[in-house]
């Protein structure tokens, strides 16, 4: 469809993103859906196109782990030849419909969320959420990350995927975030409510299930543990409708994906489809744990900020002023005032999302490329920060700035499109 302005095109973007249909409807092993992982050793990552070595010590350390969870080698020596002679394919997971946290390391036979978006028939995928301390994303590989994966491959896979078979229709999803955000989430650093919201749906499903009690009770006890279980279906919730958004429009300057590799920053707007427009990444500023300090922060790393472009996460701060102290970002009105910014740089609001804290006013609906550039008010993102060092994983929390030069190349590359230039 022809549009007679940036305008026209941007409002059609944002209407078909605010009126998506999101739904949970499976788990199954990332080889079942992504077909480039049944092509030889493969791995996706967390970001725009990046190479082994320009890799950051936390996005290595996940390789190595997938490569020890795939059984392509026993020892860490092995791995990292394998992984530096070219022997394995990195793809970016955004190139294949899916988007992965931190270092998004994302292997054939680790279980994914499905993700479809009934309003235009596309999904969308994620890797499940391993909980906290020693964990893959964040660059940890150890006997016990392993084992873990090994478990949630073989059981908190296949239990949650036979519960939504139980299910009528799949997970709302827009039901389930819009009862969320009134609790106090913004679906980056905080999905309490979520995650709670996920445990109160899935149970009477697992409930019914033929499996062993241990097994069910593992399941049970791992989701009610796990505070930040949600963020990973809200990643491939905002990837499959801001790609639904984008590959039917196919105009204006709306921004449909925020990503990084620890290396670059990469954007994409609905205007220029599947063109990555990247500057360097910033490193997050914020909280540390104990014995730790900014001088061990890895630069900003991971697919997460897909929340972000679709108005959740730094955009939403106000939604969650329980999480601000946690991200270095001050009380009250340090939150009031970072959502009020963030709206100066979208297009609307988004109705199904109302944030009692913010007077009952929608997310922030359609980060607009022209207003980033033009008022220099750089998107903020909440964030987990790695230790720089492989294996040592989270070390802190904070906010990162999406660097503005990002916006400036994906307009005047719209603009040369359009022949404005």
């Known amino acids: 469809m022809k549009y007679n302005s940036i305008d026209e095109a941007n409002k059609a973007v944002i209407d078909n993103i605010s009126g998506a249909a999101p739904f949970l409807v499976d788990v199954v092993p990332a080889k079942e859906k992504i077909k480039e992982l049944n092509e030889g050793k493969v791995l996706l990552h967390a970001g725009p196109p990046i190479k082994w070595e320009e890799m950051t010590g936390p996005m290595q350390g996940s390789c190595i782990g997938a490569a020890l969870f795939e059984g392509w080698t026993n020892n860490e020596e092995d791995a990292r030849n394998m992984l530096a002679n070219g022997e394995v394919t990195f793809i970016p997971c955004h190139h294949v419909d899916a988007v992965g946290p931190m270092g998004g390391i994302t292997s054939a036979n680790m279980p994914v969320f499905v993700v479809e978006n009934r309003s235009e028939g596309n999904e969308a995928y994620c890797i499940m959420n391993e909980g906290i301390g020693k964990v893959l994303r964040f660059g940890a590989y150890s006997e016990e990350v392993i084992n873990r994966l090994k478990w949630m491959q073989n059981v908190l896979g296949p239990t949650i995927a036979s519960a939504l078979k139980l299910t009528e229709d799949g997970l709302n999803l827009n039901v389930m975030i819009a009862k969320a955000v009134t609790m106090g989430d913004e679906f980056h650093q905080r999905n309490i409510a979520a995650s709670l919201i996920f445990l109160k749906e899935i149970s009477p499903y697992i409930a019914q299930l033929d499996i062993s009690e241990k097994d069910r009770k593992d399941v049970i006890q791992f989701l009610a543990d796990t505070d930040q279980f949600f963020l990973n279906i809200a990643m491939a919730t905002g990837k499959a409708v801001l790609d639904g958004a984008r590959k039917k429009i196919e105009a204006g300057t709306v921004v449909t994906a925020m990503c990084r590799n620890g290396k670059d ?157």
């Open 265 to 421: 920053f990469g954007i994409r707007i609905s205007g220029m489809g599947d063109q990555w427009f990247t500057a360097p990444v910033n490193t997050p500023q914020g909280l540390f744990f104990t014995g730790y300090s900014q001088d061990d922060a890895n630069p900003d790393i991971g697919d997460s900020a897909i929340v972000e472009a679709y108005g959740f996460g730094g955009m939403a701060m106000i939604a969650a002023p329980g999480v601000t102290r946690f991200v270095g970002a001050g009380g009250f009105q340090d939150a009031l005032a970072t959502s009020n910014e963030m709206m100066e740089i979208c297009l609307d609001q988004n109705s199904n999302f109302t944030i009692p804290t913010w007077d009952f006013q929608g997310a922030c609906l359609g980060i607009d490329a022209r207003k980033v550039v033009e008022t220099g008010i750089e998107p903020v993102i909440n964030t987990g920060i790695a230790h720089k060092k492989p294996g040592l994983g989270q070390v802190g929390a904070g906010t990162v700035r999406a660097p503005k030069e990002c916006f400036e190349k994906a307009l005047e590359a719209y603009a040369e499109k359009l022949g404005l230039i």
